[in-house]
C-alpha cells in the first residue's frame, strides 16, 4: 500500500486522490481535473493512458505509477485525443513513447504559442493554477496509428483502436482479457458531451459498438469506471440534437436561429453546474454548430439524389440521411431522453 497522500492540498475542483486499483495491475485515478487516466502494469514496464493537463496533478499521478511500481519503465503513453486535458500532461512522462491516432498528431502539430496562451488564460479565475501552466511544452505522439495498434508486453495485452465521433483521433484502449476499455470521450456520464469537434453519425456507431465490445466495464475520459449501457444516454442525446436541428433546418431556420432556439431545451438533458452554465451553454451551441452542417449536407445530398431520381438505395450506398434515420429508427423515441431525466 502507498503512503497516505497529501490531502489538504485543493486543486480546483478535485486535487489529488489515491489511485483505484479496477483490475490485477490496473489503475485509474478520478481524483484529477481534465481526464481520468490509468495505466497497466506489465512485467516489461507501464503503459499510460492519457495525462492530467494541470502540471501538479500530472508529478502526483507520476509519483503514484512510481510508487507503484518502482524501477519499472514507462514504454506507452496512449493519448485518446489530442484535447488539453488528455494530452498536455505528456511533458511529465518522459522519455515515454507516446501513441496517439494519426490525426491527433495532426492536431497537436497545430497547437502553437497562441493555443499554449489560450490554456494559460483560460485559468484567469484560478491563479494557483495558472501559475503552473508558464512551461507548457507539447509533446507529440512518437508513433501514430491509423486504425488499430496491439500493444503487447509482458504477457499483457492492450489494443488501441480508433473509433472517432468526438473528434476525427478518438481512439480507445481495449484490453480483451481484463474486459475493460478505456473509451476517452466517447462516453460522458451525466455531462454534456463536447461536440465542437465531433461528427454525429459516427460518435453514434463509436457508441454501439462500446456495447457490443464484449466490455463488462467502460472507463470514461472523465469520472468514474461505468458500465457499457452508460453509452445509451449520449446516444439518445446525440440522436435528439439530430433531430432538433434537423426540425429546425427543415422549417427554414438558420444555423443561429438554430443555436438560440436549440440551446436551452439541451440544457436541461444533463444537470449543470451554475458557474459552468455559461460555459457549457457555448459548448452546446458549438455542438448545435457542427450538427447543423452535417444536417444540412445530408439534407442537401438527399434532395440532390431525388432530384436525379435515384432507385431505392441499397445499404451500401444509403445516404447518411437515410443511414441515419434508419439508425434512428432503431432508437428510442428521442422524448424519452427527456423523460428519462
Ligand atoms: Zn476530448
Known sequence: MAARRRTSFKLGVTGLGERQEIAPGLFINTFYRGCTPGFLVTD??????????????????????????????ILYVFNTDHHRGHALGNQYFLPATIIAHERAYKEMSGYTQNFKERVYNSFKREPEIQE???NIEIILPDVTFTDSARLQ??????????????????SIAWLPEEKIA??????????????????SLEWVSALRRLRTLGAER???????????????????????????????????????????????????LFPVPLERKTKIESQIKSG?????????????????ESRNGASLPSPVNASPVQQAQAE???MPAPVAVETAQ
Open 44 to 73: 516489461e514496464g507501464l503503459i499510460l493512458i492519457d495525462t492530467p493537463l494541470i502540471p501538479e496533478q500530472a508529478k502526483d499521478w507520476r509519483s503514484q505509477i512510481e510508487a507503484e511500481a518502482p524501477g519499472l519503465p
Open 132 to 134: 503552473q501552466l508558464t
Open 153 to 170: 508486453y509482458g504477457g499483457r495485452e492492450m489494443q488501441l483502436i480508433y473509433a472517432g465521433g468526438h473528434t476525427p483521433a478518438t
Open 182 to 199: 478505456f473509451v476517452g470521450d466517447i462516453l460522458w456520464v451525466d455531462q454534456h458531451p463536447y461536440m465542437a469537434q465531433a461528427d
Open 218 to 268: 467502460l472507463v470514461p475520459g472523465h469520472g468514474p469506471v461505468c458500465d457499457p449501457d452508460d453509452t445509451i444516454k449520449v446516444e439518445e442525446y446525440i440522436l435528439f440534437k439530430r433531430q432538433r436541428v434537423r426540425d429546425y433546418y427543415l422549417a427554414g431556420k438558420t444555423k443561429n436561429e438554430a443555436k438560440s432556439g436549440l440551446v436551452g431545451e439541451m440544457l436541461e
Open 288 to 304: 448545435i454548430n457542427r450538427v447543423y452542417r452535417e444536417v444540412q449536407r445530408e439534407e442537401e445530398l438527399a434532395a440532390a
Open 328 to 330: 434512428a429508427s432503431l
